[in-house]
């Protein structure tokens, strides 16, 4: 067999969801190489690619937390918590919603999370509450009276493989000791994750767009970001760099002190075919700097993950197929795996066009509908995929 990359294994052929905010239950019994997942609103297109991302970290405390923090799921912090201690509310001990990332909010309704490959059961990653005792150890942080004699004992239990670590959230605590933390089993032989960037549904920010090209300036990949950006914009890219960044701090000028004046942060400017002067790639318009994104984070996620959420967003239906063209050949060089959701039939159509052009890139479609309290995923052929380009036929 050859070694090449898309000949690797995938680093998740197939997946499973159970009880993971929306989705009660879900089995896609293929992922592709590039796998692009529409349907309706709500049917839970998202929530799958933040299960890639727990997926890829094995369930680390801080992939959890990412999830919740940039869903602004937060725990209502107390109110007279002493200054300079920990801020919880009466019913936490975390900053997070943590019943949000169970379906129906329940923790108790559910047997627990789990997410992986459908038919490996030791490669699931898997959350369940249960119980504290005997786990609580001193911890030199004091913890707000309101918990001393709330009565309730509650942990998160994290397991992938034969690691386990636990997190609490209600404490019933002794007055007279204040100070506990949570013992983690097998903490350093944790396993190690597997890299995973993820994309939209907006735009990357000036600091994030700084942080990956860092790592493909004056490499292969810079010179591919270029044609990326010239993709959309018909070639008019000379040269992209980054500039700012020194360390320094100007005060804006009095027109600028109420706005976001930008200082002397890092971003990205174009050397245009033609023409002198260097111009901010924002303002060459949405569609540069998403298709920018796209090739930065591409380079970033080399035999990782990267999900995409709204993947048409910026880009306009002229270039959809040659955006898809892009990602499958860089996901087949870089042997990775690239999942991105859409409600764009100009997208679907792009998508399919760019896998019949490209047999050696497998590229998968998948529609979620709604099945009862479970979610069910539509797979098409790609004698579907190819009819469905050629007629318009309706697959979001």
């Not at 940039?70 to 943590?98: A, K, M, T």
């Not at 609580?136 to 670590?165: A, D, I, M, T, Y």
Request: some cysteine.
């Amino acid at each position: 067999m050859s070694d090449a990359p898309e000949n690797r294994p995938l680093h998740l052929p197939d997946l499973s969801i159970k009880a993971f905010r929306g989705i009660a239950d879900l089995s896609i019994p293929r992922l592709g190489r590039v796998t692009l997942i529409t349907g309706r609103n709500g049917v839970g297109k998202t929530t799958v690619l933040e299960a890639v991302r727990i997926y890829a970290a094995r369930g680390r405390y801080g992939a959890w937390s990412d999830l919740l923090g940039g869903r602004e799921e937060f725990s209502q912090p107390s109110d007279d918590v002493e200054e300079g201690l920990l801020s919880v509310s009466p019913l936490s001990v975390s900053p997070f919603e943590w019943s949000a990332l169970f379906f129906g909010r329940d923790p108790s309704g559910t047997p627990g999370i789990s997410i992986g490959p459908a038919n490996d059961l030791a490669e699931t990653v898997r959350l369940e509450t249960q119980p504290l005792g005997e786990e609580l150890e001193p911890l030199p942080v004091r913890l707000p009276p309101e918990l001393l004699s709330s009565g309730r004992n509650l942990g998160l239990k994290v397991l992938f493989r034969n690691s386990e670590h636990i997190l609490p959230l209600l404490l019933h605590i002794d007055e007279e000791s204040h100070y506990y933390n949570i013992r983690k089993r097998s903490p350093d032989m944790w396993p190690a994750g597997i890299r995973c960037e993820a994309l939209g549904p907006g735009l990357l920010t000036n600091v994030e767009m700084a942080r990956y090209w860092d790592k493909v300036a004056l490499t292969d990949d810079e010179d591919r970001a270029v044609k990326a950006v010239n993709m959309v914009l018909g070639n008019g890219v000379e040269r992209i760099a980054m500039v700012g960044g020194d360390g320094r701090r100007p005060s804006p000028p009095p027109m600028y002190r109420r706005s976001r004046y930008p200082g002397n942060h890092r971003r990205v400017i174009v050397k245009l075919n033609g023409h002198a002067h260097r111009v901010p790639l924002t303002s060459l318009g949405d569609g540069a700097v998403r298709s920018f994104a796209v090739a930065l984070t591409l380079a970033n996620s080399r035999n990782g993950f990267l999900v995409i959420d709204e993947a048409e967003n910026g880009i306009h239906h002229s270039v959809q197929s040659n955006f898809w063209r892009m990602i499958l050949r860089t996901a087949c060089a870089n042997n990775m795996q690239v999942l991105a959701t859409t409600h764009s039939w100009d997208c679907v159509r792009g998508f399919a066009r760019a896998t019949e052009d490209l047999d050696a890139a497998e590229g998968i479609l998948i529609r979620l509908e709604k099945d009862g309290e479970s979610v069910r995923a539509v797979q098409y052929s790609r004698g579907a995929l190819r009819a469905a380009a050629e007629h318009g036929i309706e697959v979001r």
